[in-house]
Nanobody, 119 residues
Framework: QVKLMESGGGSVQPGGSLRLSCTAS????????MAWFRQAPGTEREEIAR????????WYHSSVEGRFTISRDNAENTLYLQMNSLKVDDTAMYYC????????????WGQGTQVTVSS
């Protein structure tokens, strides 16, 4: 059973930075891809960043491109999201997700970590 656990959320002022972590436990070895999603109150969950674990390909939603960076530490089985120049609109619950080995179907999900950006 694969479990994902996010951490690193919190409250920050506009312009500040946070780094989210997503640690995988269980039988998880080289997922095809991993991603970060977020969901603000009253909105649908949206994907904001994706990393293809067997290479260096990444994808970012236009709303975060240039401010957020997705990365992975294979040795620690941990996915990161470095968030800089945070805006009030970035306030949301952030979730990580991972696929199985062969296809980028995001099967495994964490419980989420809250990020609040306010002055």
């Amino acid at each position: 059973q694969v479990k994902l656990m996010e951490s690193g959320g919190g409250s920050v002022q506009p312009g500040g930075s946070l780094r989210l972590s997503c640690t995988a436990s269980g039988d998880m070895n080289s997922p095809y891809c991993m991603a970060w999603f977020r969901q603000a109150p009253g909105t649908e969950r949206e994907e904001i960043a994706r990393l293809y674990a067997r290479g260096t390909d990444t994808w970012y939603h236009s709303s975060v491109e240039g401010r957020f960076t997705i990365s992975r530490d294979n040795a620690e089985n941990t996915l990161y999201l470095q968030m800089n120049s945070l805006k009030v609109d970035d306030t949301a619950m952030y979730y990580c997700a991972a696929s199985g080995l062969a296809l980028c179907h995001l099967t495994f999900w964490g419980q989420g970590t809250q990020v609040t950006v306010s002055s």
